[in-house]
């Protein structure tokens, strides 16, 4: 499982870049790969827009199987909300002996936290609001308890073509706990071509863009913004001075 | 800023290489440079053991006032518990016009979930042990509210030398919603000559081996140990079947 980051190949580490030049096949989303052409060179690929995620994997896993060594590339970090545990979990039903080994990568909270400033200077709860493979139930339970505990929360999924209201949702449950002018981030397409950078509140958040590609960092009680800049501090209390001595 | 991620150089992404090669000076601890010997040839280098984080930032940003192209590194990512927030307030209070750019990096997050598998595939909570800025009411309140709501939590700075009893009361907190069975992966040094990986339980937790340079993760109610992986499901019901067609 090989994690390529947000998307522009100045993302990729050369440990992704080595698995890739030492497997045979390479097997991933078709979106994914058209971005990493140079990788692709000689190598028998594997790739498809009409797979689904579990297709894919189990794909993989056969080649594998059959003696070759194969990539399976993720966009972003194959452990964060993605493809690795898929992997795994075909991989023991199978009752297979292969080798898996996991290369991380930059995940959307890597690079958009990094595109907003720094809005995870503090403890901060990732939310998925994909109801696919959750109950919904506990899902609002999590933004609950992040929420009443003063955490940062990255939302993941936050919305899609079918879902949605859940953004919403999830909105009104934070403004529970926090303030309407509590700063909230929201990076589309991080490092691509239409990257798309905003700063708002958790007040006008329902006015901003957010789609498929969006991820929704809100910050914390003691987060400001600061020109285009989302920032938590790291403390609650400030021990240290930040004045010329 | 420019994020090195976990130690080993494979993990540095070409967009922090080139951040490198493009400043005149590069600042950071003594023990992160020592590990990139080659993105430091022909630079001014400002490195200490001694020099604290936040007279570090204020030199970087001095530098930087004078004209020059700073490169501030960071190991792991500079922006999740690191230094992008301090070198942000740092800026602001000195009303300096000096450009900040995040380059990330691969967390420890992002690198000890991909030694121990996939133990983040849904929902998860950091939080830092570290009292040191935070009153430890609020780390307990966290603690509490992540465990309650079923989060697969990533406990940072789980001890230090003087810090030893933040731990065994973090287990004590979370064993009140979830069974001493529990799997726990403990990652130390990842990725370095040292790294050591250890997967035990919520119960024997106290037994295992935790240092200043080890990340804790606790699985949620679904999370279970398969050989010497920690996986936690994507789903909290199957909707997709895994066996083949």
Same mark, same amino acid.
């Given at each position: 499982m090989v994690g390529t980051g947000p998307g522009s190949t100045d993302y990729i580490t050369p440990a992704a870049g080595k698995a890739l030049e030492a497997c045979q096949v390479v097997v991933g989303y078709k979106t994914y790969l058209d971005l990493i052409p140079e990788f692709l060179v000689d190598k028998e690929v594997v790739s498809? /827009? $009409? $797979?689904q995620e579990v297709d894919r994997c189990r794909k993989a896993v056969e080649l594998a199987e059959s003696g070759k060594q194969v990539a399976l590339v993720c966009g972003g970090d194959p452990g964060i909300y993605a493809m690795a545990g898929l992997v795994f979990e075909i991989v023991i039903e199978k009752k297979s002996s292969i080798k898996v080994d996991i290369v991380p990568g930059l995940a959307a909270l890597n690079s958009c936290a990094a595109r907003l400033g720094a809005p995870l200077m503090h403890d901060f709860a990732a939310v998925s609001l994909s109801d696919l493979l959750t109950p919904w139930e506990l899902i609002e339970k999590r933004l609950d308890a992040a929420a009443s505990a003063d955490f940062v929360i990255v939302i993941y999924n936050p919305k899609s073509k079918k879902r949605i209201t859940q953004l919403d949702k999830a909105r009104e449950i934070i403004l529970q706990y926090r303030k309407p002018g509590t700063p909230v981030g929201i990076v589309t /397409?991080?490092?691509?071509?239409?990257e798309k950078i905003e700063i708002t509140t958790l007040e006008k958040l329902p006015e901003a863009e957010v789609n498929m590609q969006s991820t929704v960092i809100v910050g914390n009680s003691t987060s400001f913004r600061w020109q285009n800049y989302l920032i938590t501090p790291r403390g609650y209390h400030h021990k240290y001075s930040l004045s010329d001595k």
């Open positions: 498809s /827009a $009409m $797979m /397409a991080a490092t691509r071509e239409n």
